[in-house]
């Protein structure tokens, strides 16, 4: 079971963490990733991690400005993001796919969380 926090109101050009939590003894063999939804739009890949954490992707949209990472012995994934703009404004989920590296399209993820709303003011 995978948990997403920290979405909130924060203004153009600041910084926002969000946090992932998952239950169960396997959170270390899965690969992680980070999704989002705006309103009308389909379901878009973020960002992913590597089980281990060493290997990490990002879409184009948010390269340079987000940062993924995990901690295996907290059964946490966490996305930060900074100059934040008003597009990136969505629901923010988490997924978990039980291989090696992450994935871009959201059908190669096996677990997901309800997501968190991060809304990013002009």
């Known amino acids: 079971q995978l948990q997403a926090s920290g979405g909130g109101l924060v203004q153009a050009g600041g910084s926002l963490s969000l946090s992932c939590a998952a239950s169960g003894r396997t959170f270390s063999n899965h690969a992680m990733g980070w999704f989002r939804q705006a309103p009308g739009k389909e379901r878009v890949f973020i960002a992913a991690?590597?089980?281990?954490?060493?290997?990490?992707n990002y879409a184009d949209s948010v390269k340079g400005r987000f940062t993924i990472s995990r901690d295996n012995a907290k059964n946490t994934v966490s996305l930060r993001m900074s100059i934040l703009k008003p597009e990136d404004t969505a629901v923010y989920y988490c997924?978990?796919?039980?291989?090696?590296?992450?994935?871009?399209?959201?059908?190669?993820?096996?677990?997901w969380g309800k997501g968190t709303l991060v809304t990013v003011s002009s």
């Open positions: 997924a978990a796919r039980f291989t090696v590296t992450g994935a871009t399209p959201a059908t190669e993820y096996d677990y």
């Open positions: 991690i590597s089980r281990g954490g060493l290997r990490t």
